[in-house]
């Protein structure tokens, strides 16, 4: 009897090649490399929604561009296989995707077989496979119902954008109120006006003792409170007149209280604390977390064994398995002394009320694989994120660290001073996870032994002017936290809709915090203005809830839909009629015209927001919008001005439609001058080489590629030589060679210059990649190979 053929697909290639390794020849492994089918997007008006608005909200799928012969292979191998298991991630974009599948692929529910797994070991794959389940229709309802609905409000807001402030702007469901957030809290930041409050601190230090010198806090003053508000502590003389008081009366101490306090450990990672974390103690940006820890649930081959290093990264639920909690505590019990195993395991409970709680916490997949074991087969980013999941996993299942924190009270006449000390009794969880609260270290201090009634000497008293701060911009952690707080999308979602507001040019990242832009400010205004309830945060974050009841079978999706969209497409039809657009709001500073000495207006494009002259179209002066294109170097110092090479004016960093940032000469268009920049928003100085082109005789001109830059023929397009140039600024030239012939398609063969030297390609490239050594180097080359394969076998 022939053995049964079995077929398993899964999202991602690593994850095929890890689970392959696990399975073994009795399974045959392919990936889908995601989603294989989209919402169509073609056609004009509502026929590009792919959408069948009439017919019950309908979405119309179609093979999505790339994906055609990837589809293919499956369908061929499905056609091969007697079992077909599907095996996507264990989420709802996970099940929507198996579900894509089973429909691509033509399989029945009963030929569809869904499998799901929270880690990639061995025992839960093959755990997975003996007990396969059909797919969840309920949760591919919620995704399908999120996918249409973001298709709804992002294709219909996009071209009421398009027609009121600029052409190509983007705007969603989800992004556009995480964007308000951002917005809001810039113009917190922009209103806030500081206060000012004065502070009263001593060195103090027993008699004949100033080697037991310590700190004291004004903390009270006439029985109030000495802080802001107190109008003692409201200027320099009111505080000067505190200060001269405390000098003029002796110290001594009033009470000396002891109190035991317990620093609790933090429950495992979910997804919005990794993203918090990483970027806290790593300075990962959420895209960059989420892309490493993919790669530990992938899996990797460790000692031989090929597995998953943490179980699945998009959850919201902070629930362990009970193998895994008798797994951990096992392993604090081997070692750890026996008091840092509690009694019981610690359990804890989701904070968020819209968790689904459909996944564990994010956790080692075997506390065994610790930080230092796992290091040699993981870089440097994989063994960082690692260790810091593994330690909070770890540190979770231990007891609380237990402290006790003494107050020393000093009287001196009318006020009364606060030094506080904090002594570790048992660190508990601490021994894996420090105290990295700075701001919390900074309040206790090392005090000596005094007692009540005791006198102090006063070394040193320093009265200090402060003022309030604004409000903290957001980081992509806070912002993170922010969404969840309110409610506004879910674990798979938090990376993209920061990524996606960030690469629009609707706020900028310098030195890690937000800066909203005047286009993403303009794009928030008008959608308020126009869409209230859009952009309303509880609105936004109740119809999250609502998709998660589709989920649980409690709300049918094509009536959430149709809820939603018909109030919205009226308010659409009018605000596309009524809406004043904000193209030319007249500028309210000081600038003028560059050309004409005009007013100025504000407009906008894809890239940002600039100033134009209100007299266009007969004054077509330009200038960069003050304050945005400013940016900062790694100090936090304003960025040093650069000189237009050509016309002198200053140059302005500006970012093109790709994403990639340049220089520009602010007098454009008069002068269109532009100058290449490295990562920290430098400008390259381009070498100056002064060349005939060899082919045709044309000047020659230094242009900056991928690799840096080059020469390129001033004839182009009709001449496309290029010659390459060194790191020194040195023109390479490359050996001729002639005669050759490329044995793959006919066509000559040229001389180019790669990372490791000149070598023969073909000139038919793209349709044709063929390359190979230089003549005379292929003896050379396969000695090299030779060399490298002698020293690994030595290995």
């Known amino acids: 009897m022939a053995a049964t053929k079995k077929l398993l697909i899964v999202e991602s290639p690593a994850k095929a090649k890890t689970i392959k390794k696990i399975l073994g020849k009795d399974f045959t492994v392919k990936a889908s490399v995601g989603h294989i089918r989209d919402l169509k997007s073609s056609g004009r008006g509502k026929k590009a929604l792919g959408i ?106 996009s071209p009421f954008l398009w027609k009121k402030v600029a052409k190509n702007l983007s705007a969603g469901r989800v992004q556009s109120v995480a964007l308000r957030i951002v917005v809001e809290r810039e113009r917190e930041i922009k209103a806030f006006v500081p206060e000012e409050y004065w502070k009263i601190k001593a060195l103090v230090s027993p008699p004949e003792a100033k080697k037991d010198q310590f700190e004291a806090a004004l903390v009270r003053w006439q029985g109030k409170k000495f802080e802001l508000g107190n109008p003692a502590a409201a200027t320099e003389a009111s505080s000067a007149e505190v200060a001269d008081h405390i000098k003029a009366n002796s110290l001594n101490i009033l009470k000396i209280e002891t109190r035991e306090a317990k620093g609790r450990p933090s429950p495992p990672y979910i997804t919005s604390t990794l993203q918090q974390g990483a970027s806290t103690f790593l300075g990962f940006g959420t895209t960059k977390t989420m892309s490493v820890a993919q790669k530990l649930y992938e899996g990797m081959e460790i000692d031989g064994e090929t597995q998953g290093l943490i179980t699945y990264m998009r959850t919201d639920s902070t629930r362990i398995a009970p193998e895994a909690l008798d797994d951990v505590r096992n392993y604090i019990k081997n070692n750890f002394d026996p008091e840092f195993l509690p009694e019981k395991p610690q359990i804890y409970s989701t904070k968020s009320k819209n968790a689904q709680d459909a996944h564990e916490a994010i956790r080692p997949s075997s506390t065994e694989l610790t930080p230092e074991k796992v290091k040699p087969y993981l870089t440097r980013d994989q063994y960082r994120l690692y260790e810091l999941i593994w330690r909070r996993f770890v540190a979770s299942q231990m007891p609380p660290a237990r402290f ?319 010659m390459p140039i060194d790191k020194d600024g040195n023109v390479i030239v490359l050996p001729k060679v002639e005669g050759e012939v490329c044995e793959k398609c006919g066509k000559p063969m040229e001389v180019k210059m790669g990372r490791r030297g000149p070598f023969l390609a073909c000139t038919g490239f793209p349709k044709c990649r063929n390359a190979k050594p230089l003549p005379g180097e292929e003896g050379a080359d396969k000695k090299k190979t030779d060399n490298k394969d002698d020293g690994e076998k030595k290995k």
């Not at 399908?144 to 807001?157: A, K, P, T």
């Open 52 to 157: 069948d608005i009439e017919h019950g909200y309908k979405p119309d799928y179609t093979i999505i561009k790339g994906k055609e012969k990837t589809v293919k292979e499956l369908q061929d191998a499905a056609a091969k296989a007697d079992e077909v298991y599907l095996a996507p991630d264990p989420d709802r974009e996970g099940e929507a995707i198996a579900w894509h599948l089973k429909e691509a692929l033509s399989l029945s529910d009963e030929e569809a077989h869904r499998v799901t797994y929270s880690a990639i070991t061995k025992s839960a794959v093959l755990k997975a496979l003996e007990n396969p389940h059909k797919i969840d229709m309920d949760r591919v309802n919620a995704q399908q119902g999120r996918r249409v609905l973001d298709r709804l409000v992002g294709f219909s807001l």
């Open 404 to 722: 006790d924190i003494t107050t020393v009270t000093i009287a001196a006449g009318e006020a009364e001073l606060e030094a506080k000390g904090r002594i570790v009794r048992f660190p508990g969880h601490t021994i894996l996870i420090p105290d990295s609260d700075k701001k919390e270290d900074s309040k206790y201090q090392n005090l000596p032994d005094v007692k009540e009634n005791d006198p102090l000497d006063m070394d040193k008293l320093d009265v200090t002017q402060n003022f309030t701060k604004p409000p903290s911009r957001y980081s992509e952690a806070s912002l993170v936290k922010a969404l969840e707080k309110e409610g506004i999308g879910r674990p798979s979602t938090y990376a993209p809709i920061i990524k996606t507001i960030n690469d629009r040019g609707y706020v900028r990242l310098e030195k890690r915090a937000f800066h909203a832009t005047e286009l993403g400010m303009a794009v928030v205004d008008i959608l308020i203005s126009n869409f209230d309830d859009i952009m309303d945060l509880q609105f936004t974050a109740n119809m999250e809830g609502s998709l998660d009841e589709v989920e649980q079978g409690k709300t049918d999706w094509v009536k959430l839909i149709d809820q939603f969209y018909k109030p919205f497409d009226a308010r659409l039809e009018k605000a596309l009629k009524d809406a004043e657009p904000l193209k030319g709001r007249p500028w309210e500073g000081e600038e003028k015209c560059p050309l004409c000495g005009g007013n100025l207006v504000v407009r906008y494009s894809v890239n940002g927001a600039f100033l134009g002259c209100a007299n266009y179209p007969e004054c077509k002066g330009l200038m960069p919008m003050p304050g945005e294109n400013e940016g900062e170097d790694a100090n936090g110092e304003p960025a040093e001005a650069v000189a237009c090479p050509e016309c002198g004016s200053n140059m302005v960093l500006k970012k093109s439609r790709y994403g990639k940032e340049f220089l520009a000469c602010s007098r454009y268009p008069e002068c269109k001058t532009t100058m290449s920049v490295d990562k920290d928003g430098k400008p390259v100085e381009l070498p100056k080489i002064e060349r005939d082109c060899d082919v045709c005789g044309k000047p020659m001109e230094v242009k900056m590629g991928r690799r840096g830059p080059f020469l390129a023929c001033s004839g182009y397009p009709d001449c496309k030589n290029t």
